[in-house]
């Protein structure tokens, strides 16, 4: 199996009342792109050197935030707060067509 050439990444936090209305609709989205699109869910407060690297190089300031991040010298693409399904598809589509 090669390597993802994209990705989308989802900070959350556990006592957000944001991303736990959002949980829901990330899951269901997930498992649709099962296989299609990997995805990766971070906690903001972990205090991994490696998960505050990416939180910092995405420039994540709130929860939750979705990025789809592309290999090579490619600007991640990213909005923080609750994304509606189309929004959320989109950004799954997105990922899926770098493939």
Known sequence: MRP????VIVFVME???????FKPLLEK???KYK????MLVYDANDERREVQALADRLGVHA???????RR???TPIG?????????LEYM???ARHYA
């Open 35 to 38: 296989g299609q699109v990997p």
């Open 29 to 31: 989205l997930a498992e």
């Open 63 to 69: 929860t939750p935030a979705t990025y789809v991040m």
């Open 92 to 94: 799954f589509n997105l």
């Open 72 to 74: 090579g010298p490619v």
């Open 79 to 87: 909005v923080e707060g609750v994304l509606g399904e189309p929004e």
């Open 4 to 7: 993802a050439n994209a990705v």
């Open 15 to 21: 006592n957000c009342p944001a991303c736990a209305e």
